[in-house]
T-cell receptor, first 114, second 115 residues
């Protein structure tokens, strides 16, 4: 079975400071990892993904994430937070062996304070 | 269409009634997912369709829930004898059938309220 954990329900950061949203995963094979963002009353928007190759992946709106196989983590980062980054963030995983269901974490509410 | 389309966007129904939620995926996407998101919660997987393969129904919470996908395109999620705990946002997503490397694209969701 595959699973995703987002250990923080809420992350607060001051505007201009770096932000990190944590994600750890569990799969039996190799992971395909994704980050999505959800703004209020909106659907989920894709931010970035890790499939293979370079452990640091860059995505939309200045976000990046680092894949760490030994720690089974895929934390989302941004060097300088904006108030407009405030939203609900979801990490998701697929097992490359099954490539079927996309399993999501419980989400982390990011609030960037002006 | 340009994106995943879901209808209706909002649905209010009385307890005990049946409801049908529709999802029109991106053209050419053979993988289709249904998720449920309760207020302030994460995404709960419901069902997954992939081409002509048997759907993965492992996430359906009870036999009151069913889904079909006609002609490999449009999907309908049906909830029979709705209960108040069925109130949630139902999200549909689609993706290419490329071994799972392509991200899923989500619709705006259907907000279901059972009164």
């Amino acid at each position: 079975a595959q699973s995703v954990a987002q250990p923080e329900d809420q992350v607060n950061v001051a505007e201009g400071n770096p932000l990190t949203v944590k994600c750890t995963y569990s799969v039996s094979g190799n992971p395909y990892l994704f980050w999505y963002v959800q703004y209020p009353n909106r659907g989920l928007q894709f931010l970035l993904k890790y499939i293979t190759g370079d452990n640091l992946v860059k995505g939309s709106y200045g976000f990046e994430a680092e894949f760490n196989k030994s720690q089974t983590s895929f934390h989302l980062k941004k060097p300088s937070a904006l108030v407009s980054d405030s939203a609900l963030y979801f990490c998701a995983v697929r097992d490359s062996g099954s490539a079927r269901q996309l399993t999501f974490g419980s989400g982390t509410q990011l609030t960037v304070l002006p | 269409g340009a994106g995943v389309s879901q209808s209706p966007s909002n649905k209010v129904t009385e307890k005990g009634k049946d409801v049908e939620l529709r999802c029109d995926p991106i053209s050419g996407h053979t993988a289709l997912y249904w998720y449920r998101q309760s207020l302030g919660q994460g995404l709960e997987f419901l069902i997954y369709f992939q081409g002509n393969s048997a759907p993965d129904k492992s996430g359906l919470p009870s036999d009151r829930f069913s889904a079909e996908r006609t002609g490999g395109s449009v999907s309908t999620l049906t909830i029979q004898r709705t209960q108040q705990e069925d109130s949630a946002v139902y999200l549909c997503a689609s993706s290419l059938a490329d071994g799972g490397v392509t991200e899923a694209f989500f619709g705006q969701g259907t907000r279901l309220t059972v009164v």
